[in-house]
């Protein structure tokens, strides 16, 4: 968006007087603002439009091939939506996994990056691609290798377990420990991403506040207590709202990893969607799904901002 | 109520963030359907008012029709069709026949995306599962009478039948049968497989007790494929004829109580990963039972080297009432905005016709639909294959309702509780048959 945007801007500042035919600049702005305008209304304004207001419809199979012909339901998706017992599974199991990964991401995190800024200089670069390569492998890749990973009778970890005298469970096809163990994926996954941001906030804290907190006598704790956490407060608020946003979307980890089982323990919202949308073809349902989450996530966005920023 | 709306999305298939992307994607391929397609070329309503609608073009074998057809095969057969494609194209000058693989994970997103684009292939493959989704969505043809239902294997034919209309017609078959290990059976003490279902009980328990297997049998805790034997075999259905669901009568809480027992018992397990592979299990020997299609029958070829097709055998379904296994298989379909629909039909014709059948069975190993091409050697003088034509003969399919995904989900949703122990057999019938009610058959 910046690009475009920037370039329009300036374009507009760099105009002269109104007499000196401003709509060629305008024009120029508008050429320059035109891809992603376009782009956008295409592909973000008009689904996004549509599925709203598809979210008052029945739209279904019937109406694939001629979409004109569905019947207007009013807010039925919505009601059905909230007395829909599987939705309230998926929103706990969605919840759940915000809840307990998101701090576990940002700590993890936050522990490397201090760990990496201070500590362990020799081998930074090898750390830092090491904790991020993760990130930019495919998810689904990850997903399979875990899945390997975690089988109960050949898998590495129950293998391991089975050196030590200790019988492993079946980490993926037990109730209790599923979603717990695509915690554990997704916070090793993305922890590489929190820690490239910390870092960078990290190093954009000036040494002198060290030194002046450390003649005021202020030990290694304090210094990450009062110094650090402080100066990081922006990077902190940043990182919690976008692992947020990105952990409530959770689907690719089940989906590849449990399929929403054992039963439904790790179905998320965005994987209920799905199978609404394009399993069982209730798009109309599914799009209502689709409006819920939208207001969750502002909701929560909204509630973070408020909280994290409240000290300022 | 009933209110136009003018804007729309539908299916496609996308993985990561895959729901707005989706989104997205169906909106563009509305926008260029709109701007691509005459209006009124088909009328909403369902499928109750097609059957008079499209008229059944006479196809003679004798007839010559030229021009192109596409073809949307899917798997393996997407992969090997182009060989009777060229064969056709021989016999038929002046016909083009173009078949495009599609992969089985993208099927159906493709096909709806297709359909609500109005850019259907003439003829494609469909999942004997997939119909009554499909039939939904009025882009299929009716078949016609020429081709007859007698033909085929009853329950492969009645896959195609959704609300009466016969929107298909049955490629290949497949069907599941009881594998064993004859070794472990043996040191268990059973020289003949089970005949009845107490005979499997029995059976599963000497295996797992005398046999050295860590296992009984391996059965699906929440697969629908493995349990509607059961539930078929004890004389009970999905639905009655009068298409009422019947989930929780007693012969299925029978069916289910029976089912059950194998995981009360200990002799199979409770919990299966997704996406467990039974093969290297069978030949490790720790399950030693399993029920599946003719797929394993290569499967255990390569997976157990040589000498292992000595330690195993194919039994028919165990009987109780009757010995009922699952039909799956491919049908063929024409689609409505088809522009070449008699070639499309010669084509299905040409793919039906039991010769064809049986080269196709030599191609790739698909067991044929049509009965009269059971008769060839290829098929009688193999053992196994041989087998799979007996039961064959008695079978059943879901039935073709358009909610028959969403339904299939429930009920493997409630199998799970079942097996996992958290719902006795009685209430999860009486789950299952309210599920099935909420769910409805669709429209």
């Given at each position: 968006m910046t690009v475009p945007a920037l370039a329009q801007r300036r374009a507009a500042e760099a105009a002269?007087?109104?007499?000196?035919?401003?709509w060629r600049d305008d024009l120029v702005g508008w050429t320059f603002a035109a891809p992603f305008v376009i782009l956008f209304g295409i592909f973000l304004a008009f689904p996004i439009l549509a599925s709203f207001v598809l979210s008052f419809t029945s739209f279904g199979l019937k109406d694939?091939?001629?979409?004109?012909?569905s019947t207007v339901v009013g807010l039925k998706n919505y009601v059905d939506l909230f007395s829909d017992p599987v939705f309230w599974t998926a929103l706990f199991n969605t919840f759940y996994f915000v809840i307990v990964g998101v701090p576990l991401t940002l700590v993890f995190g936050l522990l490397i990056a201090t760990a990496l800024n201070r500590?362990?200089?020799?081998?930074r670069t090898v750390f830092r691609v090491g904790y991020y390569l993760p990130v930019i492998t495919s998810i689904v890749a990850i997903a399979v290798v875990w899945r390997f990973l975690l089988d109960?009778?050949?898998?590495l970890i129950n293998m391991a377990l089975g050196g030590l005298g200790i019988n492993g469970p079946a980490w993926l096809a037990d109730p209790v420990l599923a979603m717990p163990s695509i915690i554990a994926m997704a916070v090793w996954r993305n922890l590489g991403f929190a820690m490239i941001v910390f870092l960078a906030g990290l190093q954009a804290i000036p040494a002198m506040l060290y030194e002046a907190a450390a003649i005021d006598g202020a030990g290694r704790w304090q210094g990450f207590r009062y110094v650090t956490l402080p100066m990081l407060r922006p990077t902190i608020l940043f990182m919690t709202v976008i692992t947020t946003i990105g952990y409530l979307q959770l689907f690719e980890e089940p989906f590849v990893m449990?399929?929403?089982?054992?039963?439904?323990?790790?179905?998320?919202i965005t994987m209920y969607m799905y199978q609404q949308g394009?399993?069982?073809?209730h798009q109309g349902f599914a799009s209502s799904i689709a409006y819920v989450l939208f207001v969750i996530v502002a909701f929560v966005a909204f509630l973070q901002f408020k909280f994290l920023r409240s000290d300022e | 109520m009933l209110q136009p709306l003018s804007t729309s999305r539908r299916s496609s298939r996308a993985r990561s963030r895959p729901f707005r992307f989706a989104a997205i994607l169906a909106g563009v391929g509305l926008l260029v359907a709109a701007c691509g397609t005459n209006a009124g070329s088909t009328a909403p309503g369902?499928?109750?008012?097609q059957a008079a609608g499209s008229q059944a073009p006479a196809v003679s074998p004798a007839a010559s029709v030229g021009g192109t057809l596409t073809v949307w095969a899917m798997g393996n057969e997407g992969v090997k069709l182009k060989d009777l494609a060229a064969t056709f194209m021989k016999d038929n000058p002046g016909t083009t026949v173009n078949v495009t693989p599609v992969d089985w994970g993208q099927a159906v997103a493709k096909l709806t995306t297709a359909i609500a684009g109005h850019q259907v292939p003439d003829v494609s493959q469909m999942g004997t599962d997939m119909m009554g989704q499909f039939a939904a969505t009025a882009a299929l043809e009716t078949v016609p009478?020429?081709?007859?239902?007698?033909?085929?294997?009853q329950a492969a034919w009645n896959t195609n039948i959704v609300n009466g209309t016969v929107y298909g017609v049955p490629w290949y078959v497949e069907t599941r049968l009881l594998y064993y290990r004859t070794d472990i059976a043996t040191k268990a003490g059973i020289s003949t497989p089970p005949a009845t279902w107490d005979d499997l009980m029995t059976m599963a328990t000497a295996m797992k007790s005398k046999g050295g297997?860590?296992?009984g049998i391996g059965l699906g805790a929440k697969n629908w494929q493995e349990y509607l034997p059961f539930l078929w075999s004890n004389?009970?259905?999905?639905?009655d004829a009068q298409g009422k669901?019947?989930?929780?009568s007693p012969q299925a809480v029978e069916a289910l109580t029976f089912y059950e027992s194998f995981f009360k018992a200990g002799l199979t397990p409770k919990s299966v990963p997704a996406n467990f592979d039974i093969t290297p299990a069978f030949v490790a020997g720790t399950h030693p039972m399993f029920f599946s299609g003719p797929w394993h029958i290569g499967l255990l070829k390569t997976a157990g080297g040589?000498?292992?097709?000595?330690?195993w055998a194919l039994a028919p379904m165990p009987k109780k009432v009757t010995a009922t296994s699952f039909i799956g298989g491919g049908n063929l379909v024409v689609y409505k905005?088809?522009?070449n629909k008699d070639l499309a039909w010669k084509f299905v014709q040409y793919l039906t016709d039991p010769k064809t059948q049986v080269a196709w069975y030599a191609d790739v190993t698909d067991l044929p639909a049509?009965?009269?091409?059971?008769?060839?050697p290829t098929l009688k003088n193999d053992k196994n294959v041989a087998l799979f034509g007996q039961q064959l003969k008695d079978t059943k399919a879901q039935?073709?309702?358009?909610?028959w995904s969403e339904l299939a989900t429930a009920l493997n949703g409630t199998l799970e509780k079942m097996t996992s122990g958290t719902l006795d057999p009685k209430a999860a019938a009486d789950e299952m048959q309210k599920e099935a009610e909420t769910i409805g058959v669709g429209k």
């Open positions: 002269p007087p109104a007499s000196r035919r401003p694939l091939a001629n979409p004109v012909g500590g362990v200089s020799r081998f109960p009778d050949v898998g449990t399929g929403g089982g054992p039963l439904n323990k790790t179905l998320s394009f399993t069982f073809f | 369902g499928s109750a008012s009478a020429t081709f007859q239902a007698s033909t085929f294997f297997a860590t296992w004389g009970g259905d999905v639905m669901f019947q989930l929780n040589a000498g292992f097709d000595a330690k905005d088809s522009k049509v009965q009269a091409a059971w008769d060839d039935p073709a309702i358009s909610t």
